[in-house]
């Protein structure tokens, strides 16, 4: 079994910053992608960005230009720096790995973090 586990959400003003941090923890050979998907009241889940183990990147045309993702391999963490933020991007945001190897199992498996909140309002 795998764990994911975010931190750094919060409450900030419009135009600020926050830093998201998503650690995974368990018996992990390796994680094939890493993302970050956000839920606002009333809406759909969605992607936000993604990380492959490559480095390839993919963004939500609404956070492009503002929203950055990066990983660290050696420690099973993907981080989610957000600048210029909008009310809009009030939302849940839920880590994700996609196309996890565990040592012992066969197959690949995907595994969601608990979710942490991001307020944006003055």
């Known amino acids: 079994q795998v764990q994911l586990v975010e931190s750094g959400g919060g409450l900030v003003q419009p135009g600020g910053s926050l830093r998201l941090s998503c650690a995974a923890s368990?018996?992990?050979?390796?994680?094939?992608?890493m993302g970050w998907y956000r839920q606002a009241p009333g809406k759909q889940r969605e992607l936000v960005a993604d990380?492959?183990?490559?480095?390839?990147?993919n963004y939500a045309d609404s956070v492009k230009g503002r929203f950055t993702i990066s990983r660290d391999n050696a420690k099973n963490t993907v981080y989610l720096q957000m600048n210029s933020l909008k009310p809009e991007d009030t939302a849940v945001y839920y880590c994700?790995?996609?196309?996890?190897?565990?040592?012992?199992?066969?197959?690949?498996?995907?595994?969601w973090g608990q979710g942490t909140q991001v307020t944006v309002s003055s």
């Open positions: 994700n790995a996609e196309r996890v190897r565990e040592l012992g199992l066969a197959g690949r498996y995907a595994y």
């Open positions: 368990g018996n992990i050979f390796s994680i094939d992608a």
């Open positions: 990380i492959t183990s490559g480095g390839s990147t």
